[in-house]
């Protein structure tokens, strides 16, 4: 397997990136027609913790490590890693001295579509991370791959520049050239569920703020007693 190492790929605006980590993962999804989300499967090492950053990217064999080497040479402040194999791959292909290496260098986390370890050293130094399993098996460095090509996990493109939010709920992928409006969705957003929040403390049902009786009723869907439930599943 041959591969490239693209340099200086074109990157989302820092300051776009940092008004998204204002927002949750949901949020941003959502504000994007529920787009960009990388999987269930995709999961956080850690608790509490969202983080933002744009993506650099990675495509390695399955159980070789080599290509992240060579793609920390690439990060720097506020990246994000993004590992992907050629196959499944659940190894243990990330761990703290990666982490060292990328947090001496400015970037902000990982996310691993492979298996990562050291998860409580990584804890310890608040390096957050993102991975679809936990697996101590090591790897081997003998296989060539890409570094800042775009990548699929789950169906998600992420290309080098992409904006990477993750969080407790998972990880979603904003298009760089996206980030700004995003941002503006976001906030629109986050201000109609503040709203709905106050109406909701104030004792108002979803039922009629989202106008959902009138729904129920096109449904089909009817009110009755227990008495009358009971009574009429009774009946032969």
């Not at 243990?92 to 691993?112: C, S």
């Not at 298009?175 to 004792?203: M, Q, Y």
Request: hydrophobic residues 40%; negative net charge.
């Amino acid at each position: 397997m041959s591969g490239v190492i693209v340099t200086n790929p074109p990157k989302a605006e820092l300051k776009d990136v940092d008004a998204l980590a204002g927002f949750g993962v949901a949020t941003v999804s959502e504000a994007m027609g529920r787009t960009g989300l990388l999987g269930t499967s995709i999961r956080p090492v850690q608790q509490g913790v969202r983080v933002a950053g744009t993506a650099v990217t990675v495509l390695s064999r399955p159980g070789d490590n080599l290509m992240i080497h060579a793609a920390v040479e690439q990060c720097g402040e506020a990246d994000i890693l993004v590992v992907t194999t050629i196959s499944p791959c659940t190894d243990g292909l990330f761990g703290e001295l990666f982490a060292t290496a990328l947090q001496q260098r400015g970037a902000r986390g990982v996310v691993l579509n492979t298996g990562i370890r050291d998860t409580q050293e990584l804890r310890d130094m608040g390096f957050a991370a993102w991975s679809r399993a936990v697996s101590s098996r090591g790897t081997v460095k003998a296989t060539g791959g890409s570094v800042n090509v775009p990548i699929a996990i789950d169906g998600q493109v992420v290309r080098p520049g992409d904006v990477i939010l993750a969080d407790d709920d998972g990880v979603v992928v904003v298009p760089r050239e996206r980030a700004r409006g995003t941002v503006a969705k976001a906030e629109a957003r986050e201000a109609k569920e503040a709203a709905t929040r106050a109406a909701f403390l104030d004792g108002q049902l979803g039922l009629d703020r989202y106008g959902l009786r009138e729904t129920l009723v096109r449904l089909g869907v009817t009110y009755k007693s227990y008495d009358e439930y009971v009574r009429e599943e009774a009946q032969p």
